[in-house]
């Protein structure tokens, strides 16, 4: 993310673009931490030879939580000015719909907890709490850490003991509404396995109509099971009650390829690999490239050289 130094100069020198002062001040934390491996989520998503590769990639879930906070932070306070004032907010960075599909994509890949995005809105509507963006000093570029491999088995749902519920399909849905007009959809993914089928459009969105019935009567019902925690293995259930709810509409592909993501975000869920993991314990059981057994070190081996796929914003 480059700097902004047409916004610097307006907010610093005209009262007229002050309210832009948040968005300058996150986007200079964006570029101070971008180098800070430890802001990095380090769990691959690719099994080979029984293992994933574990390196820096994309930003780690608290990163993506604290992120999200000061997105809602900076709304609210939008908000406030623009009414103070008697005038419309200038920007909104996460409206209704779009925070839904962050709260939704979120829980599908583990990185937040059910409903995440409606307990944080709570905190700082409700609650008072405030999640200012901090103000942190440059990590400079260094050399990407050498990747490391933790074992995880040949497929992700080789723990699951109900390896058919791992993915986006509610069993007891399933069993209350069977023969009924309201019963789910199920169709087959090339590979046999059973796959919920959703509504589908050209691309991903979320339904206008139901985002606005949620925010009317389902906000206490949600913060409620985020408050219960599920527990080891139920990361996904967010995503998967805004599937059900109807409030998702994805591609064609995709129905198939976000259960293949709810699986894998269930399996690492179980195993600890989610939300705020310790990194150090994955580190401390995860083995060197040399280490590895032999079939699992040819695989890696041709790939030990090629550059991490670093998303850096």
Known sequence: MAEDKSLANMVAY??????????QKLNRFIRATRYDWSRRHWIGRTIRGGYVRVMPDTYHP?????LTRYMFQLDFDEQRRAASVGE????QLLPLDMMIA?????????????????????????RGIRYDVPDVPDIHQSAMPIARYLHVGSEWDDSAPDADWTGLRDPMREALTEGSACQSSIIFAADGRAVLDLQTAQQFD???????????????RLLDMHDADGGPGSVTAGYRWYAHYGCLTLSHAQKVEHDEIARRTAFKDRLGLTLSYDLK???ARSVPLEDLPAAARAVWGGLSSEPAQLLLC
Do not use: C, H, T
Request: hydrophobic share 55%; charged share 25%; proline share 3%.
């Open 281 to 283: 314990d994955v580190l």
């Open 62 to 66: 608290s990163m993506l939580r604290a």
């Open 102 to 126: 962050v709260d939704a994509m979120q829980s599908l890949n583990g990185v937040a907890k059910p409903f995440a995005a409606w307990a944080d809105l709570r905190d700082i509507q409700v």
């Open 88 to 91: 419309q907010p200038k920007f």
């Open 206 to 220: 979320v339904d206008a109509e139901a985002a606005q019935l949620i925010a009317e009567f389902e906000v206490d």
């Open 14 to 23: 005209g009262d007229r673009y002050a309210y832009a002062a948040g968005l």
